[in-house]
């Protein structure tokens, strides 16, 4: 009898064909759900037995229309997994697990890693350090946060991926105006301290509830300065052994172990206080880190982070042992801009340590590999240089909100 599994995977955006190619290589039948306006979109069709399209966009499926599409398709195919390639999916996939009884992570974990209220309580409760926030439902909890909290603040959608829709608050008058301005709407939002600093960001996998890998990065330009202002995107990951990547490390495992992340990949943010030096906790998700970072990983460390995580739900639901691969300690960085040509040409950046070209359209975009740190950051700044002269373009781009 074929030892194979069920896997439907779900998606809002074009990613995951390296995790279903390899749920596929593992001898499984994938289903993927993705929305009609992806229809054109270059999936793995050979790794994927079906496509189903559903109308929308992120927020706007009829969930009773998903929900009844599915039940008309387990009429045939037992579904033994269900998983969410995107932010916008979790609850979506938490949505179909719960309905449907399948195991994995439930609505209530699932929030978790959505919404950035739920993961800020979470985190408080179990003792891990935040920036001070507050929800937004009561007048007189806000006008206390105001008056105890220093500004600068931040509003910020509670289940935004990325830093899309942040709204930088420097008064309480003006917070006022903006909470005025957003009317019943205000309770999809927080506020909270803004902490200037360096932000890193930690990509991992679990396995049984243990940090089985991780690796921690640093923004040198971060998606928040990006989304809000245009320019370059850029990270690196940071040396092994420091004392940083300690610390972040510590925390994220506190972070996974309160937030019970049992199984699969996770991306996480943190931010390095420069009043303090002290390491805070800013948001986590369930899922690789996008703007091409799982790549950036993969260069550093020879973890591909889509398959790996394809390869530890398939051995979770088949009961096998799971293996990671062996770890190299590479360093590498990408440098990522939005460019006024729909195809760049880069080919004039020749250096031997190039080892990935982003194929975005109206994009320029690069990762670089080395066994030397000081190398990474020397191109990065020199290719920041580069594209902010040569290729970038400064108009409003959408897509690059969102950093999936």
Not at 113 to 123: C, P, S, T, V
Not at 282 to 305: K, P
Not at 340 to 345: A, R
């Amino acid at each position: 009898m074929n030892d194979f599994k069920t896997f439907l995977c779900i998606s809002n955006y074009f990613k995951g064909n390296a995790f279903m190619t390899a749920l596929k290589k593992q001898g499984n039948r994938v289903f993927l759900v993705t929305t009609e306006q992806l229809r054109e979109k270059p999936w793995a069709f050979e790794y994927i037995d079906e496509v189903f399209y559903m109308p929308g966009l992120d927020l706007d499926w009829d969930m009773d229309l998903l929900l009844k599409g599915v039940g008309g398709l387990m009429k045939e195919h037992k579904i033994d997994s269900i998983v969410a390639l995107d932010d916008y999916d979790v609850e979506k996939a938490a949505f179909l697990r719960e309905n449907f009884r399948i195991a994995g992570m439930g609505q209530t974990t699932g929030r978790y890693f959505r919404d950035k209220l739920a993961m800020r309580i979470k985190a408080k409760d179990a003792g891990i350090r935040i920036p001070a926030f507050s929800p937004l439902f009561n007048n007189a909890d806000i006008n206390h946060f105001a008056d105890t909290v220093a500004a600068p603040w931040v509003l910020k959608p509670r289940s935004e991926a990325s830093a899309h829709g942040i709204i930088k608050v420097h008064d309480k008058d003006s917070l006022w105006r903006h909470l005025n301005e957003l009317g019943d709407n205000r309770i999809y939002y927080l506020i909270e301290q803004f902490k200037p600093g360096d932000v890193y960001h930690a990509d991992g996998l679990q396995l049984d509830g243990k940090n089985l890998f991780l690796t921690v990065s640093r923004y040198l330009a971060t998606p928040m300065e990006i989304s809000q202002g245009g320019g370059i995107f850029r990270s690196a990951n940071i040396p092994y052994g420091s004392e940083d990547e300690k610390k972040i490390k510590k925390v994220n495992e506190a972070i996974m172990k309160a937030f019970g992340l049992k199984n699969g990949a996770s991306h996480t943010e943190f931010i390095k206080s420069r009043e303090d030096g002290e390491i805070y906790f800013l948001e986590t998700a369930s899922r690789v880190g996008g703007a091409h970072l799982a790549e950036m990983v993969e260069a550093a460390t020879d973890i591909n982070l889509w398959a790996e995580w394809a390869k530890i739900e398939d051995a979770t639901v088949k009961n096998r042992k799971y293996e990671l691969p062996k770890v190299a300690k590479n360093y590498a960085g990408i440098v990522l801009t939005l460019s006024k040509y729909e195809h760049p040409d880069l080919s004039s950046f020749d250096d031997p340590e190039v080892c990935f070209r982003v194929p975005l359209e109206y994009h320029a975009g690069l990762i670089v590999k080395s066994p030397k740190q000081e190398r990474i950051m020397q191109l990065l700044d020199h290719y920041a240089e580069r594209f902010a002269t040569e290729y970038s373009a400064t108009a409003e781009a959408p897509e690059v909100k969102k950093f999936h």
